[in-house]
Nanobody, 115 residues
């Protein structure tokens, strides 16, 4: 079983930056794929960025050029660097991990961008 703990959310003004962290309870080498999702009030949960099983990264068009996904295998942690934040980026951000058998979700971290 994989436990995921997100951190780094908060309140920031438009144009600002935040870095989210997702700490896993197991080695990232045992996780096949990981991703960041977000869900704004009244909206469905949407994919923001991901690592595929081959190690490639994908970033949603809505955040391309502003958000960067990365990982530190030594710390069992995945990151989401968010720059040039916009009010429409306001949402609860979740990390998700696939160990090849199950998908696991973190509890989420709130990001609020004020205009």
């Amino acid at each position: 079983q994989v436990q995921l703990v997100e951190s780094g959310g908060g309140l920031v003004q438009a144009g600002g930056s935040l870095r989210l962290s997702c700490a896993a309870s197991v080695s990232l080498f045992s996780i096949r794929a990981m991703a960041w999702y977000r869900q704004a009030p009244g909206n469905e949960r949407e994919l923001v960025a991901s690592f595929t099983s081959s190690g490639r990264t994908n970033v949603a068009d809505s955040v391309k050029g502003r958000f960067t996904i990365s990982r530190d295998n030594a710390k069992n942690t995945m990151y989401l660097q968010m720059n040039s934040l916009k009010p429409e980026d306001t949402a609860v951000y979740y990390c998700k991990a696939d160990d090849g058998s199950f998908w696991y979700w973190g509890q989420g971290t709130q990001v609020t961008v004020s205009s």
